[in-house]
């Protein structure tokens, strides 16, 4: 937070729970400051212990992802992130987001053109920080009956939603290969049973199952949990870190000489703040001021090389000068995490209230309506250009005796850290052990992010794949268990291989009971599997309805319930599914599954309404959907659920 604090003290390791005033002292920013840390880092911690690291309000869920097959549509509601709360009071087109401002040359903003063109599809997630506002950027900040002094600034929720690309597995010629050999495995297969081989058939069929085992790994559909390589490097912070020293006195020419004093050497306490400025993996540089960026100004027009400015500063202290580096900044490059332009200022004129930048460097164009500002950095030398300050992992000298080093490691634009130095000690303020200083991680900006939804195209439509929001019930009114996630997608297609590999997994909000030696609640008899085909399964000439209910082993580990079916049994189908598709019906009884909660018995309230799903796997068909978490309110209640087993269409 680029504002005029004396520092902050904050640090989560103390446990400290509250700042106490005591009579007749004198007040600072800093303890101010840690208060309202302390309560947030509460208020966050809290959060997150009951919601979880993402969560949706069950009556106010709002973040849901809805397309018409063009557009894409932000519902209203509340979704928590990482215990920091996102408001959308009203539904949203994609492009008119508050705080994500569209235009064409942001590469995380694509166009509806580039969302059909992508083969693999789209991660819709949230990415939520914290900005720091002044009075520059909402003047309603500033008291007008003060004559225009400035008071304290905000700290602001952003919410953005996103889009990340995501690239189709190489694994079509993998598969291919496979597919082949497994085609060669089922001919050999088939003499060997002409030819009674028996003792070579056993042989065939481990390796028949083998390949059939990483087809069904390579085939497995796209989940809202599915590990992602982009997803991993898109969450992944900055492993750099700066360490801080003042630098030792140098030994004098003659015995005779006071040797010069070491440590903080400047006559004014300050803060300084190192920021990262760019970093494209081949370079990284970063700038520094000794006012944590805190002289700043408005820009009020730009003509040519000279700038507008509503002030010049406030004294020659805290104002622009002749020769300073500054950064044109706005809305735009501040909200889409991007450095502003840095440039030289050739001549301060007080009385016209203009800045003239050196004429080599010309001024990218901004956009007066989104607040441009012009921040100062401090610094100088030949070391200073318009790309900053190259880090180094030898010490870099910042000024008055402090120097700084960076370790290897990978920065991000806007990655800082703060220094407060003070003359009283002659020292800075960083932690150290053993007398030696510690190599730190920057301070922020902290991005967080969840996903929302995944996104694909078929031809010309933009379709929604799945909704990846986790909904929780209100704590007061959870009178019974609820089904929060399965691992299936209702009335979609599922193969033979991949229900054999994973099962069906149902997660509930609570744990049922199912003690291994004791009561079970969670059993054949209260969760069933039924298989259903239009046609008998030994009778092809018969058109009688077939159902049976499959056999499977049940295991409950906390709040998940694993169904694997006995492959013997279910493998026998094989040959049938490579014609048709059979009908797997779950079904979970609600009034004899609880779990116990003090003197409570909650039951399974596992009733869940449907709702439009994309397209079945593997076909043009479209699905229904399930609303998670289940529940209608009733004390109990049975959780349904279908899909199809079956080979997805090829093409």
């Keep these: 937070m680029k504002g005029d604090f004396s520092r902050q003290t904050f640090d989560a390791q103390k446990h400290y729970s509250a700042v106490l005033m005591q009579q007749g002292r004198v007040q600072v920013d800093a303890d101010w400051n840690e208060q309202r840390s302390i309560d947030q880092h509460r208020i966050k ?7 979880g690291t993402c969560g949706a309000p069950l009556n106010a869920a709002g973040f849901a992802i809805t397309t018409d097959g063009k557009t894409l549509t ?68 500033r008291e007008v009956a003060l004559g225009g002094a400035d008071t304290t600034t905000r700290s602001k929720t952003i919410w953005q939603v996103k889009l990340l690309p995501i690239a189709l597995p ?40 083998a390949i059939e085992q990483e087809i069904a790994a390579l085939s497995l559909p796209l989940t809202c949990s ?43 306490n300050q803060l300084y703040r190192v920021e990262i400025h760019q970093s494209d993996g081949a370079k990284t540089t970063f700038k520094w001021s ?149 190599p730190q991680p920057p301070l922020g900006i902290h991005h967080h992010y969840c996903r929302l939804a995944l996104l694909g195209s078929a031809r010309t439509r933009l379709i929604l794949r799945d909704d990846c929001r986790l909904i929780f019930p209100p704590l007061t009114g959870q009178n019974a268990m609820h089904v929060i996630r399965t691992n299936w997608n209702n009335d979609d297609l ?31 008899a209260t969760l069933t599997v039924n298989l259903e085909s239009p046609l008998g399964f030994n009778s092809p000439n018969t058109t009688a309805d077939t159902s049976f209910i499959l056999d499977g082993n049940i295991s409950v580990t906390a709040n998940t319930i694993r169904w694997l079916p006995v492959s013997q049994e279910i493998s026998s189908l094989r040959e049938f599914l490579l014609k048709e598709r059979l009908l797997l019906r779950i079904r979970l009884r609600g009034n004899v599954i609880w779990s116990e909660r003090g003197r409570d018995r909650l039951y399974l309230d596992g009733q869940a309404l449907g709702q439009p799903g994309s397209n079945r796997r593997g076909t043009a068909e479209a699905r229904t959907d399930l609303i998670f978490p289940s529940g209608t309110g009733m004390r109990s209640s049975d959780f349904e659920s279908w899909l199809w087993l079956g080979n997805p269409q090829p093409g």
């Design 290 to 438: 000794r006012d944590n960026g805190s002289v700043v100004t408005a820009i009020v027009a730009i003509s040519g090389q000279t700038i507008t400015v509503q002030d010049v500063g406030l004294d020659e202290v805290l104002g622009f000068a002749n020769g300073q580096w500054v950064e044109l900044i706005d809305d735009l490059k501040d909200l889409s995490g991007q450095s502003g332009q840095l440039v030289q200022i050739e001549q301060v004129d007080p009385a016209a209230q203009t800045i003239t930048i050196r004429s080599d460097m010309p001024i990218a164009a901004l956009d007066l309506s989104r607040h441009p500002q012009l921040r100062r950095w401090d610094q100088t030398g030949a070391t200073a250009t318009t790309a900053g300050v190259a880090i180094s992992t030898s010490r870099v000298a910042i000024e008055g005796g402090i120097e700084v080093e960076f370790s290897n490691g990978t920065y991000k634009p806007g990655d800082y850290w703060l220094i407060p130095a003070r003359t009283a000690t002659g020292t800075v303020e960083w932690p150290d052990q053993a007398n030696a200083p510690v």
């Design 494 to 524: 599922l193969t033979l291989e991949e229900l054999l590999k994973n099962g069906l997994e149902i997660t509930l909000d609570a744990a049922p009971v199912q003690q291994e030696a004791g009561l079970r609640t969670v059993t054949p």
């Design 45 to 51: 911690t809290q959060t997150q212990d009951v919601i």
């Design 170 to 209: 190489d694994s079509s010629r993998q598969l291919e290969t496979l597919r082949r050999r497994q085609a060669e495995l089922q001919v050999e297969l088939q003499k060997l049973k002409e030819n009674q081989r028996f003792d070579e058939i056993l042989e065939v069929q481990k390796k028949l199952a």
């Design 226 to 268: 599915t590990p992602l390589p982009e997803w991993d490097k898109l969450t992944r912070r900055s492993s750099g870190k700066l360490n801080v020293f003042t630098h030792s006195p140098t030994a004098p020419e003659s015995p005779c000489l006071i040797p010069p004093s070491a440590g903080y050497q400047r006559l004014e």
């Design 74 to 141: 932000i519902t209203k509601g509340r979704y928590y992130v990482d215990g920091i709360l996102c408001e959308n009071e009203q539904d949203r087109n994609y492009r008119s987001q508050p705080d994500l401002p569209w235009t064409a040359d942001l590469a995380d903003l694509p166009t509806e053109e580039k969302l059909l063109s992508n083969p693999g599809g789209w991660v819709v997630y949230l990415d939520v920080w914290q900005r720091h506002l002044t009075a520059l950027d909402d003047p309603q900040l």
